[in-house]
């Protein structure tokens, strides 16, 4: 077996991908709409629920100014809390994006990784910061491989998406699933087909882009989340401009499939890439 392809414990996953619409700087509107749709998530038998950036907070940093960091929350924050015990009594793996305030002051455009025991077991800082972003968070300095039911998968926010090394080191780490939460506008619709479609099939993974939909004045989020397979077919996707919850089941098998079929990850020319920096 070629090295990078592992024999994964369980073939077939169901996800949740939130299409959720914000109300802006909202922190109990939003906890509740989230709640209700992981609820919705959880009944439909989902076993991971992914919401998209910001989830909590809404985005559109412009208009929120240093609000911002009155409305990140710590990890010992009681309203982490919601989410965690309903990852635990509902027995649901949850990735929530939000804005994550260190004890410093520092904020971060995080997601958390919670499991089925509502355990928070770890976090993706977005490395790649758009426009108004770099005015208020830092950014990450890592990615990170998880690991839930036995499948081990990444997880990129937004704009992260545009640069490849990240999802490509992450296919090599041995990803099998990458998880993209956004809040993507409509002018740039075309890049996230294009960017979408392309990041799964040249790591041959199932590419999870979760976007919010709704307006925040002049920033409009069109939604249109979507399931790409390890080939770069999309096979889920979500309306544009409605919120919903798309479900759908994947089988984790394509991915051997496509990797040994299409060799990407096992062909590269590494002594042609060692000087990219």
């Not at 965690?84 to 971060?108: H, R, T, V, W």
């Amino acid at each position: 077996m070629p090295k990078g392809v592992s024999k994964i414990k369980q073939r077939k996953l169901k996800l949740a991908l939130v299409q959720l619409k914000c109300e802006l700087g909202n922190l109990k509107y939003n906890k509740d709409k989230i709640l209700e749709h992981l609820g919705n998530a959880k009944a439909e038998g989902a076993d991971i629920v992914c919401l998209p950036e910001l989830a909590t907070t809404g985005y559109n940093l412009e208009l929120m100014g240093n609000d911002i960091y009155d409305l990140s929350v710590g990890l010992d924050d009681d309203y982490l809390k919601y989410f965690c015990n309903f990852a635990k009594e509902q027995k649901i793996n949850i990735i929530l994006p939000l804005s994550l305030k260190e004890e410093n002051g520092d904020i971060y455009n995080t997601a958390l990784v919670i499991n089925r025991q509502g355990e928070i077991i770890g976090r993706y800082d977005k490395a790649h910061l758009f426009l108004h972003e770099k005015r208020f968070y830092n950014s990450g300095e890592s990615y990170h491989i998880f690991e839930l039911e036995g499948v081990k998968f990444g997880i990129i926010i937004c704009y992260d998406l545009g640069f490849p090394e990240a999802a490509r080191k992450m296919a090599l780490q041995g990803a099998k699933i990458l998880f993209v939460p956004s809040a993507w506008r409509i002018q740039d619709i075309g890049i996230w087909d294009l960017n979408t479609r392309q990041r799964a099939l040249e790591n041959n993974l199932f590419l999870c882009g979760v976007n919010r939909v709704g307006s925040e004045e002049d920033l409009y989020l069109f939604g249109g989340s979507r399931v790409v397979n390890p080939h770069g077919q999309i096979t889920a996707s979500a309306s544009q401009g409605n919120e919903e919850v798309l479900i759908t089941e994947i089988d984790l098998e394509e991915v051997e499939k496509a990797r040994d079929y299409y060799q990407y990850l096992f062909a590269r020319r590494k002594d042609l890439d060692e000087d990219l920096s």
